[in-house]
């Protein structure tokens, strides 16, 4: 039995073409399609198809969406020249930048002025849309100036980093990683007063002020409170419930999100003119467009909760903040919350239920903001690489 083969053909090996070697009747196999006739795709094994350091395994035929990828270069970003391969490289440090830029720093005026309308229990007017939002913020900005809007910035990277360690720490130990926001929940205290007391009283704080109240708090020293200030034992509850169940909603909305996606994605397949800048689009944007949705379900659904949440940790701290009615003025914060079910009950009774959505049209101020920034990264990412490969 002879086997059924062409005589240049050896394994793996093959590159489509027949090897010069002394003997009648060499056969040249160029063609893709009689290739196919001798041979057989192989399984999809990590090294098989690259057996000789450098050589590139053709396209098994025409059309393929994700092209011929090769050893030096990525599974379905494509190969454009070296230009293109350098883009590839730092995109996703770029776009994840341009993201995380959006969250921390672009967004923080609305995260001020949303707490700030969230504890705010004098007010009439509750900013449940975005124009009231930036109509508040113009005359903030104009009567105390910019920093009225970004101030607490740095004390919300800094419960950030201290949530991250103590989480990398915890999960090494514990199947319960999102229960570290119990442990940072004295530094979020102090940070969520910085981010509402108004810059008219305030003073400068420093960098590490709130890592130094939150352990005063924890041991009972530091700045003076009042007697309606609520035992940290009694925020545990309110704390780890909201920590668990933003985790917990926006863990299954991504999911959901990455694979509606993925379908989206398998039936419509690009053509070979924009494989290059649809697979990298494809490779670094589904994740973000996850993240983006799962961060919104979650404070959408749980900003009653929060608004509850901010009310108890800052009863008692004798903290001032802006008339978010007018812009200008100050009024204290003088609650007297007994815990949780009764935050809730005098919230329902004295505001009615839109009292838990003090602020909500800063959220959609942040988020419209944050869907601008991934679209023009998005419109000048495909425009780059389409320039350059």
Not at 80 to 109: C, D, K, M, W, Y
Not at 197 to 205: A, F, G, K, L, V
Request: with cysteine; charged share 15%; net charge neutral.
């Amino acid at each position: 039995m002879h086997p059924r083969r062409p005589e240049g053909f050896d394994g793996l090996g093959y590159r489509g073409g027949g090897r010069e070697e002394p003997g009648p009747a060499v056969r040249t196999f160029g063609g893709a399609a009689e290739m196919g006739h001798w041979v057989t795709t192989p399984p999809d094994i990590p090294g098989s198809r690259n057996l000789h350091w450098g050589e590139k395994t053709p396209p098994y035929g025409a059309g393929t969406p994700l092209g011929a990828a090769g050893l030096n270069e990525e599974p379905g970003l494509g190969a454009g020249g070296p230009g293109a391969e350098q883009l590839n490289r730092f995109a996703g440090f770029g776009i994840g930048l341009a993201s995380l830029f959006t969250e921390n720093v672009l967004a923080h005026p609305c995260i001020v002025l949303r707490r700030q309308c969230q504890v705010n229990y004098h007010a009439r007017n509750y900013h449940l849309t975005p124009f009231t939002i930036v109509n508040i913020m113009y005359s903030i900005n104009k009567t105390q100036g910019p920093r009225a809007l970004w101030k607490g910035m740095g004390s919300t990277f800094i419960v950030q980093g201290i949530t991250l360690g103590t989480e990398g720490i915890v999960s090494e130990f514990t199947p319960l990683p999102r229960l570290t926001h119990v442990i940072a929940m004295p530094f979020y205290s102090a940070s969520l007063i910085e981010t509402v007391q108004s810059e008219i009283i305030r003073d400068n704080p420093g960098i590490l002020d709130c890592v130094k109240e939150g352990i005063g708090r924890v041991v009972g020293m530091g700045v003076p409170h009042s007697k309606r200030l609520l035992p940290l034992m009694v925020l545990i509850f309110p704390t780890a419930l909201h920590g668990v169940l933003h985790y917990v909603i926006s863990s299954v909305v991504q999911k959901l999100v990455l694979l509606f996606l993925k379908r989206e994605n398998s039936h419509s397949l690009p053509t070979e003119s924009s494989t290059s800048v649809q697979s990298m689009l494809d490779a670094y944007f589904p994740e973000l467009i996850a993240s983006f949705a799962a961060s919104l379900c979650a404070d959408v659904m749980l900003y009653p909760l929060e608004t509850v949440l901010h009310r108890l940790h800052i009863q008692g701290t004798r903290t001032i903040i802006d008339n978010t009615d007018l812009g200008y003025e100050v009024l204290p914060i003088n609650t007297q919350y007994e815990g949780v079910r009764d935050c809730i009950n005098t919230i329902k009774r004295e505001e009615g239920m839109l009292g838990f959505y003090k602020g909500f049209g800063a959220v959609v101020v942040q988020y419209t903001l944050h869907v601008g920034v991934l679209q023009l990264t998005k419109i000048i990412y495909s425009t780059l690489l389409q320039n350059v490969s």
